[in-house]
């Protein structure tokens, strides 16, 4: 079989995504969703995504991380759906669609998306280190030496470790830019290595500096190996409210694949 597939990337954070309206895609097939995302013998992207139909919203948002395995919230997943429902004359500038974790708002300003993401409540705050669930789980660690860490190695010996169980954990390592900017780079479970931006991690890290003091602005910016980022929220009563993860989509090509 033939299929049309469509590649996005959000800052870096690349995708491939079909258009499963007539729900012709194999979604069991996890060998073939690996396949797909290898960057040497498939078409190659951090995750996979399909468009889906819906009852009430415009679309339904289906998310496989680069392994195949079904996958949490992701961000930038999510503004590239929203740029890709737009290509395909499903929205105009705004959008309401269900993800993993729920509904979702999104509007389209000028290049830029801005998709709302849940609302957070599970905050905890460590001793060397914070946890922060934005529709996927964070792990956040302050670093002096960003530039040069092996976010792999490091990365993986958290994602892993007896802190996260069997499920384990996204892991994010943080640098203060300024006074309300933060550089970040992030090891992703599913893809087992760096990525170069993750929208759920740089909003848990935009929350997790708010929260430890770090910074006293609800308009954060996030500076990620792909490019830029913003976070924005509002704080009402310990919950984290109106998150707004905003930054570019950008179309890369199209193609056909036999499958």
Do not use: W
Not at 80 to 93: D, M, N, P, S, Y
Not at 140 to 146: A, G, P, S
């Amino acid at each position: 079989m033939q299929l049309k597939f469509y590649k996005y990337h959000g800052t870096g954070n690349d995708f491939v995504i079909f258009d499963n309206r007539q729900a012709i895609f194999p979604k069991n097939d996890t060998k073939l969703i690996a396949f797909l995302c290898d960057r040497r013998f498939g078409i190659g992207g951090d995750g996979l995504m399909l468009l889906e139909t819906h009852d009430t919203y415009d679309f339904t948002m289906v998310y496989y991380n680069a392994d195949g395995s079904t996958s949490t919230m992701c961000g930038n997943g999510g503004r590239c759906l929203v740029a890709f429902a737009k290509k395909l004359g499903i929205i105009e500038q705004e959008a309401h669609f269900e993800a993993s974790d729920g509904y979702h708002y999104a509007k389209i300003e000028k290049d830029l998306i801005a998709l709302q993401m849940i609302d957070v409540t599970q905050i905890e705050l460590h001793d060397g280190y914070d946890f922060v669930y934005t529709g996927s789980p964070h792990h956040i660690q302050l670093v002096d030496n960003l530039e040069t860490i092996d976010v792999k190695t490091q990365g993986a010996q958290i994602r892993y470790s007896n802190l996260y169980g069997e499920t384990g954990s996204n892991v994010n390592f943080v640098k203060q830019d300024k006074i309300n900017s933060f550089k970040v780079r992030t090891y992703e479970r599913g893809v087992e290595d760096e990525t170069l931006s993750c929208g759920t991690g740089v909003t848990a890290v935009a929350i997790a500096m708010y929260e430890t003091g770090k910074t006293n602005s609800n308009q954060i910016q996030l500076h990620v190996p792909g490019g830029e980022l913003k976070v924005s929220f509002e704080k009402v009563d310990q919950i984290y409210k109106n998150v707004f993860l905003t930054g570019p989509a950008t179309f890369v090509f199209e193609g056909l694949i036999n499958i």
